[in-house]
């Protein structure tokens, strides 16, 4: 038997895909950060016309400044919530593409286990949330540097790093649907839908004080970027969540795809 | 679960015990309360002569409340090529994913090599070529590559790869998507092959094939066979059954309806008698089955030929064939009921 062959093809199979969201990526943090010193004036201007008391985008008080408005145009949405459901959506293929296109029958006819090629389908997605992490990372620090701005490096680099327990917990939402639904597409948006309600769910929870508590159903309430890079404040416990969420995702996957018929459709 | 009599070492009083191979157990004496631990056997070895290939008792598959199979038992002797023949619905696929572990089986049991699908499958696998009845390939790889990760999860040199490259000729270096469905049956045929398996499990594999290639096909199953490989073959075509296969078993609703030696279940089922007389065909004392088509008479005879022929000479026979029943036959035999 071997092993990290099926994690390996995985990786391979979401390579261009994982090149071209990255390309995005970094063209959408250029593109946010280079346009910071033309609204630095505005920014006040707006802050106090949002009405920032009921703000429900964390850390939009924060604004006017550069981390605060990075955080606002990019981490609070593009980051935590537009690339969560790319990554979703693609851990949401990862056995639903090969049930729907019937490819499982060969895979399974070799000496691997079911456990076993969940687990290393989890893990073939995994370089691509790490390397996204690293080049926007970069793309970040690279274009502040270039617009004279600053950011402490310190809590840029912790943002990133602590947002990869958040996406890995996304893929696994992902790969649970995906090992329910035999549609692809099926199961691309019932895990959109997941991830934006979660999204919603947070932000009325921010927005209505009475209704605080909706915000633990939602993964995003457990890794914040704005305190992290405005304060320098990692929400450990929210990671310790994030870990054990992952692993019972994984678990039941696991479970139910050894107990689930492969039928012929 | 093993069940197992072990002796006390100090007393020798016999204590009973039941676990699973390869589990070890802590044994208290009841007589002598002397403590020890007992290590269960390992599966024992299963010497290949003794052991069916393929073996199922009472296999039962239900989709809810669907019937997919229901109570099969037979067995695939090794090195023999085993006809699995049934029409489309019959139960054929369910058999064949039931087997291999896609499906979860409702009760009854199956071994391959000895080895139950419930609690062995990877294992097994290890042994097992399948050729699925619709056979998906990963369209944006090229055979080669496809090639390569199939064999890189099996871990094997895949020893016969280039011989059946050689046999059957494949653009190994385009993507799997631009290929015909007959490049794409060729590259089933290989990767089920190439790993040198005990058995090779075909779902229906020559539909793909034009019939040269399904000539040069039957060709190799007949070669792999010489080599002690057991070949599992599922059709609906009854003729490539006849050609190439040593039993069949006949599957219909589920169930098992027949399995025999193919010439014996020729034989049993005797000869066919066909006979044109001058005098009116409802005349003719024939037996119960006997049917009158464009005043042709026909029956079936299996032992007594001789009594028929004498019954036939009293009368004017105008014309008379008698020819062998084929499959053909005996399956719309037995499906006629």
Same mark, same amino acid.
């Given at each position: 038997?071997?092993?990290?062959?099926?994690?390996?093809?995985?990786?391979?199979?979401?390579?261009?895909?994982?090149?071209?969201?990255?390309?995005?990526?970094?063209?959408?943090?250029?593109?946010?950060?280079?346009?910071?010193?033309?609204?630095?004036?505005?920014?006040?201007?707006?802050?106090?016309?949002?009405?920032?008391?009921?703000?429900?985008?964390?850390?939009?008080?924060?604004?006017?400044?550069?981390?605060?408005?990075?955080?606002?145009?990019?981490?609070? $949405?593009?980051?935590?919530? %537009?690339? +969560? &459901?790319? *990554?979703?959506?693609?851990? =949401?293929? #990862?056995?639903?593409?090969?049930?729907?296109?019937?490819?499982?029958?060969?895979?399974?006819?070799?000496?691997?286990?079911?456990?076993?090629?969940?687990?290393?389908?989890?893990?073939?997605?995994?370089?691509?949330?790490?390397?996204?992490?690293?080049?926007?990372?970069?793309?970040?620090?690279?274009?502040?540097?270039?617009?004279?701005?600053?950011?402490?490096?310190?809590?840029?680099?912790?943002?990133?790093?602590?947002?990869?327990?958040?996406?890995?917990?996304?893929?696994?939402?992902?790969?649970?649907?995906?090992?329910?639904?035999?549609?692809?597409?099926?199961?691309?948006? $019932?895990?959109?839908?997941? %991830?934006? +309600? &979660?999204? *919603?769910?947070?932000?009325? =929870?921010? #927005?209505?004080?009475?209704?605080?508590?909706?915000?633990?159903?939602?993964?995003?309430?457990?890794?914040?970027?704005?305190?992290?890079?405005?304060?320098?404040?990692?929400?450990?416990?929210?990671?310790?969540?994030?870990?054990?969420?992952?692993?019972?995702?994984?678990?039941?996957?696991?479970?139910?795809?050894?107990?689930?018929?492969?039928?012929?459709? | 679960?093993?069940?197992?009599?072990?002796?006390?070492?100090?007393?020798?009083?016999?204590?009973?015990?039941?676990?699973?191979?390869?589990?070890?157990?802590?044994?208290?004496?009841?007589?002598?309360?002397?403590?020890?631990?007992?290590?269960?056997?390992?599966?024992?070895?299963?010497?290949?002569?003794?052991?069916?290939?393929?073996?199922?008792?009472?296999?039962?598959?239900?989709?809810?409340?669907?019937?997919?199979?229901?109570?099969?038992?037979?067995?695939?002797?090794?090195?023999?090529?085993?006809?699995?023949?049934?029409?489309?619905?019959?139960?054929?696929?369910?058999?064949?994913?039931?087997?291999?572990?896609?499906?979860?089986?409702?009760?009854?049991?199956?071994?391959?090599?000895?080895?139950?699908?419930?609690?062995?499958?990877?294992?097994?696998?290890?042994?097992?070529?399948?050729?699925?009845?619709?056979?998906?390939?990963?369209?944006?790889?090229?055979?080669?590559?496809?090639?390569?990760?199939?064999?890189?999860?099996?871990?094997?040199?895949?020893?016969?790869?280039?011989?059946?490259?050689?046999?059957?000729?494949?653009?190994?270096?385009?993507?799997?998507?631009?290929?015909?469905?007959?490049?794409?049956?060729?590259?089933?045929?290989?990767?089920?092959?190439?790993?040198?398996?005990?058995?090779?499990?075909?779902?229906?594999?020559?539909?793909?094939?034009?019939?040269?290639?399904?000539?040069?096909?039957?060709?190799?199953?007949?070669?792999?066979?010489?080599?002690?490989?057991?070949?599992?073959?599922?059709?609906?075509?009854?003729?490539?059954?006849?050609?190439?296969?040593?039993?069949?078993?006949?599957?219909?609703?589920?169930?098992?309806?027949?399995?025999?030696?193919?010439?014996?279940?020729?034989?049993?089922?005797?000869?066919?008698?066909?006979?044109?007389?001058?005098?009116?065909?409802?005349?003719?004392?024939?037996?119960?089955?006997?049917?009158?088509?464009?005043?042709?008479?026909?029956?079936?005879?299996?032992?007594?030929?001789?009594?028929?022929?004498?019954?036939?000479?009293?009368?004017?026979?105008?014309?008379?064939?008698?020819?062998?029943?084929?499959?053909?036959?005996?399956?719309?035999?037995?499906?006629?009921?």
């Amino acid at each position: 038997m071997s092993y990290f062959r099926i994690a390996f093809q995985t990786m391979k199979d979401y390579w261009k895909m994982s090149i071209i969201l990255t390309l995005i990526f970094m063209g959408i943090v250029a593109m946010y950060s280079v346009v910071y010193p033309a609204f630095k004036d505005n920014l006040q201007d707006m802050a106090s016309t949002l009405g920032m008391k009921f703000s429900f985008i964390r850390g939009l008080e924060y604004m006017t400044t550069y981390p605060g408005f990075l955080n606002m145009e990019l981490y609070q $949405i593009f980051w935590i919530l %537009i690339l +969560g &459901m790319l *990554i979703g959506f693609l851990a =949401s293929s #990862l056995l639903s593409k090969e049930i729907e296109g019937k490819t499982i029958d060969l895979l399974m006819s070799n000496p691997v286990s079911r456990k076993q090629i969940i687990l290393e389908k989890y893990l073939g997605l995994i370089p691509f949330i790490v390397v996204i992490n690293m080049i926007t990372l970069f793309t970040v620090y690279g274009v502040t540097v270039v617009i004279g701005e600053k950011i402490n490096l310190g809590y840029l680099i912790m943002t990133h790093a602590v947002s990869v327990p958040y996406f890995l917990a996304i893929a696994a939402v992902g790969l649970l649907i995906s090992v329910i639904i035999d549609e692809k597409i099926k199961a691309g948006i $019932i895990t959109i839908a997941i %991830i934006i +309600g &979660m999204y *919603i769910f947070e932000s009325i =929870s921010l #927005l209505i004080p009475d209704y605080k508590f909706m915000g633990y159903v939602s993964l995003t309430h457990f890794y914040n970027p704005a305190d992290i890079l405005i304060s320098g404040i990692v929400d450990i416990y929210g990671v310790v969540v994030l870990i054990i969420f992952i692993i019972v995702c994984l678990i039941i996957s696991m479970m139910y795809f050894d107990h689930r018929d492969i039928a012929v459709s | 679960m093993i069940t197992q009599t072990v002796t006390c070492p100090s007393c020798k009083t016999r204590i009973t015990v039941q676990g699973n191979p390869g589990e070890r157990i802590y044994i208290t004496c009841p007589q002598c309360f002397i403590k020890g631990t007992f290590i269960f056997p390992e599966e024992k070895l299963i010497t290949k002569t003794t052991v069916n290939a393929i073996e199922t008792q009472n296999l039962t598959k239900f989709y809810g409340k669907n019937k997919g199979i229901e109570n099969l038992t037979f067995s695939v002797k090794k090195g023999e090529i085993f006809g699995f023949l049934g029409p489309n619905g019959s139960g054929k696929t369910t058999t064949i994913r039931t087997l291999l572990g896609l499906l979860k089986p409702t009760s009854g049991e199956a071994y391959i090599f000895g080895r139950s699908i419930r609690d062995d499958i990877v294992e097994i696998k290890k042994n097992i070529g399948y050729i699925p009845g619709d056979l998906n390939l990963y369209g944006h790889l090229t055979g080669k590559q496809f090639l390569d990760y199939f064999i890189s999860l099996r871990d094997t040199n895949a020893t016969l790869l280039d011989e059946l490259l050689h046999v059957f000729e494949i653009p190994s270096d385009r993507t799997i998507k631009e290929y015909s469905k007959g490049m794409k049956q060729k590259l089933g045929i290989i990767q089920a092959f190439m790993n040198d398996p005990e058995i090779v499990i075909m779902d229906e594999p020559t539909s793909g094939l034009d019939p040269l290639l399904q000539q040069s096909f039957y060709e190799f199953l007949k070669k792999e066979k010489t080599k002690g490989r057991t070949i599992f073959f599922s059709s609906h075509v009854l003729s490539e059954i006849d050609k190439i296969c040593d039993r069949v078993a006949i599957i219909r609703d589920g169930s098992l309806v027949a399995l025999e030696d193919i010439e014996t279940l020729k034989r049993k089922s005797g000869k066919i008698i066909k006979a044109k007389i001058k005098e009116n065909s409802e005349t003719f004392p024939g037996p119960e089955d006997m049917k009158i088509k464009d005043n042709w008479i026909q029956f079936v005879v299996s032992d007594n030929i001789d009594q028929w022929i004498k019954k036939l000479a009293k009368f004017t026979i105008l014309d008379l064939e008698i020819s062998e029943f084929n499959l053909e036959d005996i399956f719309i035999h037995y499906y006629e009921e």
